[in-house]
C-alpha cells in the first residue's frame, strides 16, 4: 500500500494528523471513575422525564436550546477553552461538523465513532481513547461556545484579523470582558476563539470528552486553558437542593431555574431584537460568562463564625438570610438591630440580589474545584463561575463592578480567569455546530 493510500483508508478525522500530533493526544486530559445507575431522560427544557432524576440519564444533544443551560447541573465538569490555529475556513468548518457527529454520539454513551476504541486497526492509533467504553452517558452534556476572536476586530481588539470572515456577523454584545478592581488575570487561564463545556454526573466521562475533541481537532484548534469542576455550586432546577461551596456555605439559593421560562426569556436567551440581521444567528442562545476564581481558603478557614456569616449575609447552618429562619427567605435589606443592618451593606447576598441591581438576574451552574496545592503550601481551590446571559455588558458587568468596589468576600477571593462566549441555539436534526454562523 502507498503512503498516498494508507493516508485515504484512515478514518476522516485523523488524515493530516502527524504522529507527533496523535501520540500528543494522551495528554488532552485524566480522569476518575465514579459509577452511575439506570434511570432517566432529560429534555430540551431541562426536565426530567422517567422514573428517577438521577443515575444513567441521557440529555438529548439536539433540541431548540444548546443542553447544558438549563439542564439541571450535572455533578462534574471538564471544561475547556481552544485557540482555532488554522486561517482556512474551510478546515474550521469541516472540524466543526465533526465534533457535532461525536458529541452527539458521545452523549448517548457511545464512542466518537463506530469502533472507535478497538476496531480500526492494529496498526492505527484508535479514533477513540476508550476510557468511557462500559460507563453510562451520566447526563453528559457538550455545550459550545464562540469568543469574541473569532470574529476578527472588536472595540478592545480593533486590529485584530478577520480570518474567517466572520467579523460582520460578531454580535455588539460579544467583546471581551473589562477588567475589574481587583482582578489578577491570568492570560493563560483567559479569553479563547472557542469553548466546550462537558457536564455530567461521572468525572471519566466529561474528561473523555473533551480529551476526544481536542484530540480531533489537532492542526485545526489547540487547548488554551482547560478547568476540571467538581461539586456543582448552584441548581438550575427546583428538584434540585442548594449545593455548598467551598467556604461551607450555600450558594446559588435565588439562582433562576429552568421552570421559570418567562424569567429565562427575559435574561438568558438572545431575543430578535438584540441583534442587527447579520447576527440573527445567536437568536435563540445565549452568552456565557466564565471566571476562575481563587479562594484564599487558609484565612477564611481561621475567621470566626461570625466573620463568615456577615460577609455572606447568610447563616452556615441553614443558608437563612440573616435576620430570617428559612434558606428561600426574602432578605430584609432593611432590619436593623442596634441600629446596624442586620444584613451588613457590603454583605456579598445584598450587593449581588436582584433587588440592589435593578431586577437583573443571570442564570448560574458554577463548580467548586481543587487543583493542588500553591508554591506556598497554600491550596489553590475555589469556584469556576459559569452564568448564562442574554447580555453580560448589562447583566454580569454592572454586578460585577459592584462586587469588586464593596463586598467584603473580595478579602477572600482573586479572579485569575476570565472569558466570554457567545453560546448559539440548539441544533435541528441535520444541524452541525455552527452551521448557523457560517452560513449566514
Partial sequence: MTD??????????????????LLGGAAAGAGVVAGV???????????????????????PFRGTRQAGIVTPVQDRLHFASFDVVTDSRAELVD??????????????GAETVDGGAVGHGRYLPPPDTGEALGLS?????????FGPGLFGPTPVTPG???????????????????AFAKDALETARSDGDLCIQACSDDPQVAVHAIRNLARMGFGVVSVRWSQLGFGRTSSTSRSQQTPRNMFGFKDGTANLTAEQ???????????????????????????????????????????????????????????????KDKEFDKPDFVMTSSG???????????????????????????????????????????????????????QFVPMQRALAAKDAMMEYITHTGSALYACPPGLGADDWWGQRLFEA
Fill in 160 to 178: 485584530r484579523k478577520d480570518r474567517f470572515g466572520l467579523a460582520r456577523h460578531r454580535p455588539e454584545a460579544l467583546v471581551e470582558l473589562p
Fill in 261 to 323: 421560562t418567562d424569567l429565562l426569556d427575559r435574561f438568558v436567551w438572545v431575543a430578535p431584537e438584540d441583534n442587527p440581521a447579520d447576527a440573527q444567528w445567536l437568536t435563540g442562545g445565549s452568552y456565557l460568562v466564565a471566571r476562575r476564581i481563587r479562594m484564599d481558603i487558609e484565612p477564611w478557614d481561621r475567621s470566626a463564625l461570625s466573620e463568615q456569616e456577615a460577609v455572606i449575609g447568610r447563616s452556615k447552618g441553614d443558608g437563612a438570610p440573616l435576620g
Fill in 37 to 59: 445507575a439506570a434511570g432517566a431522560t432529560i429534555t430540551d427544557s431541562g426536565h426530567v422525564d422517567g422514573a428517577a432524576a438521577t443515575g444513567d440519564r441521557i440529555v
Fill in 340 to 394: 446596624s443592618p442586620v444584613i451588613p451593606k457590603t454583605a456579598h447576598v445584598r450587593l449581588a440580589h436582584p433587588d440592589n441591581l435593578g431586577g437583573v438576574q443571570i442564570l448560574r451552574r458554577g463548580y467548586n474545584f481543587t487543583d493542588g496545592s500553591d508554591g506556598f503550601g497554600h491550596l489553590d481551590a475555589g469556584l469556576f463561575f459559569l452564568a448564562y446571559c442574554r447580555n453580560a455588558g448589562n
Fill in 4 to 21: 498516498e493510500s494508507a493516508a485515504a483508508a484512515r478514518p476522516p478525522q485523523w488524515r493530516r494528523l502527524s504522529r507527533r500530533a
Fill in 95 to 108: 472540524l466543526l461538523k465533526r465534533w457535532t457527529a461525536a458529541a452527539e454520539r458521545m452523549t448517548r
Fill in 137 to 145: 452517558p451520566a447526563a453528559l452534556t457538550l455545550t459550545i461556545g
